[in-house]
């Protein structure tokens, strides 16, 4: 136990991941006939100049040989449409069912990488793999990104502004999925002037 300087007494845990929410999404990779999606928490923004994402997956998994063989992915991002089918793909292994089949998701040709895209995703981002740091029970796949893919029932038709606050995003916290909640401000809200 640890007592702060309020007097508030906190256990004291081992060493975790503890931060939450994270984003759940479906990763496909290998190639168009011989693509597999695999349920990726673990993963986040590096740079954006140049656009770089990474994703972090255990050896074992069947999805890590093929990124590394061909070293592109795509990170398809999710919604509340599509909860069933994100948390399947994470329990089921592709190397005996076919994922793609058993989510009930579609595959959409990729543009700059071999792999298809998922066509209910709200937003794909195509990437190709610039390094692989092996950190211990996860390697991670650095990445440049390519390209970005939206669902163009997102994007308004008048201000040709992209709406992702309608797909519903999923996000991951301890063990349970969530869609993404009412929003409460916006960068520089809090110092804007009115």
């Known amino acids: 136990m640890h007592r702060s300087s309020d007097d508030t007494i906190r256990p004291v845990w081992k060493p975790g991941t503890m931060v939450y929410p994270l984003p759940a999404v479906l990763v496909s990779c290998g190639d168009y006939d011989n693509a597999n999606i695999i349920t990726v928490a673990w993963t986040g923004t ?5 656009a770089m994402l990474y994703i972090s997956v255990r050896p074992e998994r069947h ?8 070293m592109e992915f795509t990170i398809n991002l999710t919604s509340a449409a ?5 948390d399947l793909c994470g329990v089921i292994s592709g190397r005996d069912t ?14 700059a ?21 092996e950190l211990g029970s996860h390697h991670m796949f650095i990445a440049d990104v390519l390209d970005t893919l939206p669902d163009p029932r997102l994007i308004d038709p008048v201000t040709d502004r992209f709406d992702l606050s309608k797909a519903e995003l999923l996000n991951y916290t301890h063990g349970h999925y969530y869609a993404q909640g009412e929003e409460l401000g916006h960068f520089g809200w809090t110092v804007r002037k009115k």
């Open 46 to 50: 590096i740079c954006t100049n140049p």
């Open 113 to 133: 990488v071999g792999c298809p895209y998922i066509a209910e995703s709200p937003l794909a981002i195509e990437c190709r793999v610039k390094q692989i740091m």
């Open 82 to 86: 599509m909860a069933r089918a994100t």
């Open 98 to 111: 076919d994922k793609w089949k058993a989510a009930g998701l579609t595959k959409a040709r990729g543009v």
């Open 63 to 70: 999805s890590y040989e093929l990124i590394r063989s061909r």
